[in-house]
């Protein structure tokens, strides 16, 4: 199993600003001959000691939703952006997509999709499967390939496992219904505060003992049930915001308005096959 392990913290002076205004009670005017990196009060706001890291997992090739994720990111403001995998399949603008997340994310997780190489046995997911390994550059099946199957990523001295299932496969479901002892059976001996993962298309915050279990959703197709076959397809997009410092981490489930007409226009202009059937799970 791939794996690494990245330190994220507030960029310089941020803390140290953040502390001095607090005890000064945000006082209108810093002295800065005495602390010239000193930020004012407006600044502080504008650029807050804490670390935002945006998450966002299971895009499945439609960029219609991940431009509406993003546009959401860039207005409230994250300084890191990671993905959790399933970038591709099941959707219809594979390339698209991944010359988003490979310019905007910071880091990317591989889901269980984007190697393309499930071999589906229902025709309707194995011909998308074809159809999208080739109409990918081999350059951008390469780059899906090389994928990490984990990370763990300490931000502000909070220590953030990303992983698209579990850490023990890419196709486990973290529900709320998962055994304790299963989950733990995944974690195995991984030392983490938060883990974030996707794959159910389902969001989800449980805790597990003085730990989070986070599922930040869907972004290409949030389902209305993990376990519904066929699923229906909500008319939003997920995504979550994990925000640490050094008291603490808040985490936030959230989901913005996805423009259906937009997403049926782009599909059609595409040569996916399947296109109605792909569509019928969005109108529920």
Not at 36 to 45: G, H
Not at 176 to 184: C, G, I, P, V
Not at 185 to 191: E, N, V
Request: proline share 6%; with cysteine; net charge negative.
């Amino acid at each position: 199993m791939r794996a690494h392990a990245i330190s994220y913290a507030s960029p310089p002076g941020r803390q140290s600003a953040r502390r001095e205004a607090l005890a000064e009670g945000l006082r209108a005017r810093v002295e800065t001959a005495r602390n010239p990196r000193a930020l004012t009060p407006a600044r502080a706001r504008a650029y807050p000691a804490a670390m935002r890291v945006g998450l966002i997992s299971d895009l499945h090739a439609n960029v219609t939703a991940l431009d509406a994720v993003l546009a959401e990111l860039d207005r409230v403001g994250v300084d890191r952006l990671i993905c959790l995998g399933d970038i591709v399949d099941i959707g219809p603008e594979p390339s698209e997509v991944v010359g988003r997340v490979r310019e905007r994310c910071d880091l990317v997780i591989g889901g269980n999709h984007d190697p393309l190489d499930e071999g589906p046995s229902i025709p309707f997911l194995a011909d998308i499967e074809q159809w999208t390994r080739d109409a990918l550059s081999a350059e951008d099946r390469a780059w899906l390939d090389a994928l990490e199957d984990e990370t763990t990523i300490d931000v502000d001295g909070h220590r953030l496992l990303c992983v698209h299932g579990s850490p023990s496969a890419r196709t486990d479901n973290v529900l709320a219904s998962t055994e304790e002892a299963t989950l733990r059976g995944w974690l195995g001996d991984r030392d983490f505060d938060v883990m974030v993962c996707g794959h159910t298309h389902v969001q989800l915050l449980r805790r597990l003992g003085k730990r989070s279990i986070v599922n930040v959703g869907s972004v290409g197709q949030p389902f209305e049930s993990a376990q519904a076959v066929p699923p229906t397809v909500l008319p939003w997009a997920e995504f979550a915001i994990v925000t640490a410092d050094r008291t603490g981490v808040t985490i936030e489930l959230r989901r913005v308005h996805v423009d259906l007409d937009a997403v049926e226009r782009r599909a059609r202009q595409s040569t996916m096959p399947h296109i109605d059937t792909w569509l019928s799970q969005f109108r529920g």
